[in-house]
């Protein structure tokens, strides 16, 4: 694996939810999350990565401990406002590993390295998974 040097990323994170390469998830998000992803949007598409909480853990305080350290580099693909949030698709774009996080704001962001593409589906099974 080539040792390359990433930009750093807003970490989305999600409760009992794990995202595979190529596929979009629909997930609900708190409003501040919501806010700061649709005042990104203005200026472009966002990418963000997806990280999935350690078990027991829930949003209320994020820190680096509480993530497991392999996710999915995401692109936002829809937001839309709803009654206690936001409700997000977002489209897994590969998988990465998340090292280097930073706390700003209130928010988390961290710097990741692509894993590349692991095949461990023959095409019948990977397209079945993509079209569910």
């Known amino acids: 694996m080539e040792n390359k040097k990433t930009e750093s990323l807003f970490v ?4 009992d939810i ?16 919501g806010k700061l992803l649709k005042d990104l949007l ?13 078990k027991d853990q829930t949003q209320e305080s994020i820190s680096q401990n509480r993530f497991y ?24 774009l590969e998988e990465v590993e998340v090292h280097n996080f930073k706390q700003k704001n ?8 692509p894993l ?5 589906l023959d095409e019948k099974s990977h397209s079945e998974m993509i079209s569910f």
């Open 69 to 92: 350290s392999i996710g999915n580099l995401v692109k936002l693909e829809t937001i839309q406002e709803s009654e206690n949030g936001y409700v997000v698709v977002l489209h897994s």
């Open 106 to 113: 209130g928010y988390l962001s961290a710097e990741y390295q």
């Open 12 to 15: 989305v994170p999600l409760e």
């Open 42 to 54: 203005k200026s472009g598409p966002v990418f963000t990565l997806a990280l999935t909480l350690n």
């Open 116 to 120: 590349g593409v692991i095949n461990d």
């Open 18 to 33: 794990v995202m595979f390469p190529e596929v979009r998830t629909k997930i609900k998000i708190d409003k501040a999350t």
